[in-house]
């Protein structure tokens, strides 16, 4: 963004008698306590391998040749453990777009460590400051703090002068280490409005606002709106399973500017509206134009049209051809590379290359078609209620209507089918960028994790166990078992299912309907245990065959973020056992069903005994994929169950002779 010309000089003129600001609290830099080098641990969570001690931040406009915004942050940790070394190599961002940049400037920082009882400093060099390229406008300043060590106290302090004066840094309260001081203070001339979004779980300590007038006679009438937000004594953000990214619920606030209005001017609104945000995509280069090329693959289309005469066998034949020369790299894009015919010619792109020819050549094959703006699971969650923010996006898809459905299609994964994103794409909304169909669509799974386990097995009174299994994967389990199925080969892939799971030994495994991606994934295998050689007495059973629930995934007493699986599930294990010839069922599992509230799953477990014949039923069904934190505790409990019950075994006990 080209930063503001003179005709700001009144602005500057009355704010620059006021750019050094004072942060109340703040321990001197390079001056540490004994009591901080003395802390062994930090007694609200003494498993913590580190804390922030306190974390300073604060924003100023300053006018030099042209206006520009300065941000100043002072950070120091204690070191408690080796696991925490890694705090001690930090990294600060910045941005550069053209002639416009950020700078990062007046890195300082010491390390003290007591040391027979005297304290030891040692200082951060130079040369030990380097710079690194980490994408297309972004850098990062990086530096590891020198002679850490368990006990250390790192302080560290920077400077950043950024030329894009409408756009303040974000500011993280909350980290993966607890922080016991957090505090972000910003003096903002009034003439510009902006909006401030809090986000994450814990409360402000402190929240304040103030006017203040800048303190330049020229224009006594000017004020700067200063602001003050604290947090105190915040948690460690714990990373846990079935998440997003942490950063959808670390406690932060960010910025977005509304509105500028300088004196004697209208005001400019800044954020705009999906409208206007459309109509620019519509018109860049690497978006919308990339739309109407198409000479490139007009033969190839020509060709499916002529075999295919029914649109859902086009739409199906166009995704495959684009899935099958299409070699996506790694990279989530909203804007492509270069062009879509380069991607076409080296058969290669980004999300945005490869999705953008997707929709390019269904709008010319004469489908209802458009681009979908997408933000994916580990780039965080977009709020729909947020003024307009294209960078809050990193991914496209495409999107179709067919026969009154609407479909979601993204020919980066080659293993998924038509309407089905991969599971990265599933999070909350996308934007549909299409001039007279402009909303917010739903990024759903379109097909449960499915897992269907069966297995017939004979037991003989030696302990030994001999029999056939069968797993059968449907939706999104079947892709992830064929995508690692690809990744490590065939003939690899089944070596390892043939290998021991506890006492059970799986071989001559088979894999079927590997390549018909409409149809469940099947893998055949033989099953065998050896038994002690000798007549047993009494026979003991794992039912679940080494398969079951070992460790529950929730292991916070508390969690304040939401359970996001991504896909609802649906695991069925059936296992019919025939027990040897005078014995009978001393100990068997009692048949029990849980259900989560809501209807949001159930677990059943079910036990049947006839005759010589045991069958064992497991059935785990969760039916939504995002639970909150309200009902935590029920599914952590509900997965407690499971493993209880799935840890019981089967006695078999040989039957006396009755006189």
Known sequence: MKAISTKLLVLALCIAGAVQHAVAQAPKFGKVSEEELKMRMYDKDTSAAAVILSDFGSTRFIYTNELQVVFERHLRIKIFKKSAYDWADIVVPYYVKGTDKERVTNVKGYTFNLEKGQVQKDKLENNSVFDEQTSENWLAKKFTMPNVKEGSVIDVSYTVTSDFVYNLRDWEFQHSIPTVWSEYRARIPEYFDYKFQMQGYNMLYKSETNREAAGNSASPDMQNKAYVWAMKDVPALKEEKYITTVRDYQSRIEFELQRVQYPGQAPRIMTGDWSSVTSDLMLAERFGTQLKRSGFYKEELASIQGKYKTKPEQLAAVFDLVKSRMKWNGRGAIYADATIKKAWDERTGNSADINLLLTSMLLEAGFDAAPVLVSTRDHGRVRAAMPPMVSKFNYVVAH????????????????????????????????????????????????????????????????????????????????????????????????????????FKMTKPEIKNLNNLGDALDITYDISVSGSGRSNDIIYLNPMLGRGEKENPFKLTERLYPVDFATPIDETYICSFTIPEGYEVEEAPKSIAVNLPENGGRFMYMVQHEGNTLQVMSKVNINKPVFYAPEYQYLKEFFNQIIAKHAEQIVLKKATASN
């Open 400 to 503: 179709v209507k067919l026969d009154g459905k609407e479909l979601l299609l993204d020919a980066t994964d080659p293993l998924v089918t038509v309407g089905m994103l991969p599971a990265r794409c599933l999070n909350g909304q996308g934007r549909l960028i299409k001039k007279d169909d402009q909303r917010w669509v739903d990024l759903l799974p379109a097909a449960n994790s499915t897992t269907m386990f069966s297995a017939a097995l004979t037991i003989n009174g030696k302990g030994e166990i001999i029999g056939t299994g069968r797993e059968s994967a449907g939706g999104y389990r079947a892709l992830n078992m064929r995508k690692s199925i690809l990744e490590e080969g065939e003939s690899k892939f089944t070596e390892s299912l043939a290998k021991e799971v506890g006492d």
